[in-house]
C-alpha cells in the first residue's frame, strides 16, 4: 500500500459524505493533529477498502459497528456511527432493538453508558418513545426443538448453581428478547456475535456462531465480521475469533 | 411474562423511590426515548424480580452493582447506585474500602475513572476525608496457614519471572489490603469475585470463590450473584462464570 | 510497608514534582476525599516504590502508562500521565505512533475515546500536525524469513475463514505499522505487549512477548512490566500475563 501515499489527500478531500462533521465527531477520524498516519490509515484503509469490501453489506457493516461502540461503551464516535447507520438503512426501530438485545448481552452498565447518545440521535430524527416498540408486539414463534436443546445446554452448564440465571434465560431472554419482531433473527445473531467478538468472550462464540448460521447469517460474512471488528475492537479480538469460525465451518462442512 | 405487559406502567409509576432522579441519572433505566422495552424489563425484570429474590440481600446486591460499575468504568449510573447502596446499608466507609480494595483488582486505572463521582456522593451527604479510614488502622490478623498457601500458589505461577509481582501482592495486597477492618472479609470477598466475574477473568475466580466461600460467603449467594451480574455486566459474564461456581461447589462437597 | 505510615504525608508533601495538578488530574491519586488509604498507597507504593524500580526505565514504565490507558480507554488521568510521559523522554512523535499501534491492537473506538485528550496535551506542547508523521516515510526494513513465519502462522489460525483479516494483517499492518521508523520495534512490542496484557487477550501474549524479547526487551522488563500493569489494569490481568511470560521465559532458555 506504500504506493498509495499520494492518494491519501486526494481521497480525505473527495469524501465529504464519508467525512462529514457530526456534531465535534466524524465517522473516519478525528486524528489529523494526533495522528496523521492513523488518520490517513481510517480515510484509505478502513473506509476507503474494508467498509466497501463486498462481503458484508453497508446496512450489516453499520450493524457491526454501532454494536461494537455500544458493547465497549465507545461513545466517542457512536453518534457519527447511528447517523451512518442510519443512511445505510438501519432503522430507529432496528438500533432500539440493539440497545435492549445489547443490554442483556453485553450489560446493562454498557446500554446506560451509551444511551444518552442514541436518544440525541433519536431526537434530532423526530423518533421519540410512541415510534418506538414496547413490550406489546407480536412475538415470533419459537422453534421448539431448538429450544429444548438450549434449555438442556443450560442445564448442563450450570447444574443448580445458579438457578435465576437459567430462569431469566428462558424468560424473559429466549421466549421474549429473541422473538421480538423489531429486528429480525439474523440480524440479532449479527448484533450477538458482534458483542461476544468485541468483548473477547470466545467461550459464548461457537454456540452463537451455529445460532447466526442457523439464522441465516453465511460463513463469508462471519468471517468479515471479524476482519471488520479487528479495525474497530483490535487485532487480537479479530484473532480470538478467527479461529472460532474456522472451526464452526468446518465442522458444519463435514 | 408476556401477560405482565399492563403490570409495566403501574410498576413504574408505583416505584417513586426506585425510579426517582438523581441528577440525570436513575437506578432503572432512562432508556424510555430509546428502548421503550428495555426501560419495562428494567422496571419488571430487575428492579422488581431480581433485586426482590430472597438469595442475595438488597445491600449485597448494592455492593455488587456498585462493583461491578466501578470495575467496568460504568460511571452513568453509578451515582444513582451509590445512593441505593447508602440507603441499603452500605457506610461510607465501606464504600471507600470497595473503591481501594478495586483500585486493587481493577485497576488503578477504573478507580481514577470513578473517584470524582464518588466524590461528590460522599460531599453531597458531607462526608470528607476526616470521616475516611487512612493507613492508621486495626489490621485484623492474618490466618497463617492460609498465607502460606497462598505464597506457595503464587511462586507456582509466577515463577521468578516478576519478582515485583510477587513482592507487591505479600505486602501491601496480603498484608494490609486484605485485612483492613473497614470492610469484613466476606464483603472483600464479594467484592473481589464480583469485579473478576465483571471483567471475564475467569482465570482467578476459582482460587476467589474458595476464598469467599471460606469467608461466609454461602454457595446460594454465590449463585445469586452470578444472575445479578449477568443483567449488569452482560449474559455472557454470568455463563462464563455460572460453570466455575458450579464445579468449586461440587468440589467442596466431595 | 504497616510502619511506613508516617512517611505517607512527608511523602506526599516532598513530591511537587510527581503531585503537581494538570488541570482536574494528577499522576498519583485525587482519592484524598474517597479513599484515603487509596491516596496513600498511591504515593508511596505506585509513584514511591514501583516507579523507582531499576528494572524498568521511568521512559519505559510512562510507554506502559500511557499504553494502558489508551488501550482501557482510561481517560481520567491520561493528561497527567501525558505529561509524565513527556518528561521521561518519550516524544510527542513516539506518543503520535503510540496512538496509531493501538488503534490497530486495542481498537480504532479506543483510540477515538482517547484522541482528544492527547491533541490537547499535543496543543499546549505546540505539536501540531506539521510535526507528526503521516504516511510518508522512510519504513525500516522487514526480516523476511520472520514474516515468512508469521504468514504461516495466521494461515493456520485463520485458515480461509476471515480471509480480508489475513490480507490486513499482511497489509497494513506488518508491511507497514510494525515498520514505520517513528517509535523503535523494541518500544513498538513493549506498547503490544501492554495492551494484550491490559486489556487480558493472553491467547496472542505468547507470540507477541517472543516477538518483544527478539526486538531487543529483556526478560526482566517484562516481568516488571507485568507488575507494573498490576498496578494500572489490575491484579488478575498481572496475574494472567505472568505464568505466560515464565513459560516463555523457559522455553527460551531451554
Keep these: 500500500m506504500k504506493t498509495l501515499a499520494p492518494l491519501a489527500l486526494a481521497l480525505t478531500v473527495s469524501m465529504p459524505a464519508f467525512a462529514q462533521e457530526n456534531g465535534s465527531s466524524t465517522v473516519g477520524g478525528g486524528f489529523a493533529n494526533v495522528a496523521p498516519a492513523l488518520e490517513a490509515y481510517t480515510n484509505i484503509t478502513i473506509i476507503g477498502d ?35 447507520a442510519l443512511a445505510n438503512g438501519v432503522t430507529a426501530v432496528e438500533i432500539s432493538e440493539i440497545v435492549t438485545h445489547l443490554a442483556f448481552y453485553a450489560g446493562l452498565g454498557t446500554a446506560q453508558m451509551t444511551a444518552p447518545i442514541v436518544e440525541d440521535v433519536f431526537a434530532a430524527h423526530n423518533v421519540s418513545a410512541a415510534d418506538l416498540p414496547g413490550l406489546d408486539v407480536d412475538y415470533l414463534k419459537q422453534d421448539a426443538e431448538s429450544e429444548a436443546t438450549r434449555v438442556q445446554s443450560v442445564a448442563g452448564l450450570l447444574g443448580d448453581a445458579a438457578p435465576s440465571l437459567a430462569e431469566f434465560t428462558t424468560d424473559p431472554l429466549f421466549s421474549e428478547i429473541w422473538l421480538r419482531p423489531g429486528l429480525a433473527p439474523r440480524d440479532r ?10 468483548l473477547g468472550q470466545t467461550a459464548q462464540l461457537a454456540g452463537h ?28 479480538t479479530g484473532f480470538s475469533a478467527g479461529p472460532v469460525v474456522r472451526e464452526v465451518l468446518q465442522s458444519r462442512s463435514e
Tied chains: 1, 2, 3.
Design 50 to 84: 474494508l467498509w466497501q469490501r463486498k462481503g458484508l453489506t453497508p446496512r450489516d457493516r453499520s450493524i457491526v459497528t454501532v454494536s461494537a461502540m455500544i458493547a465497549r461503551g465507545h461513545t466517542a464516535n457512536l453518534a457519527a456511527e447511528l447517523e451512518r
Design 189 to 198: 445473531s449479527l448484533v450477538t456475535v458482534t458483542s461476544l467478538i468485541a
Design 209 to 236: 456462531l451455529n445460532r447466526a448460521l442457523q439464522n441465516g447469517l453465511t460463513g463469508e460474512e462471519a468471517g468479515e465480521v471479524v476482519a471488520h471488528l479487528a479495525f474497530y475492537t483490535g487485532w487480537p
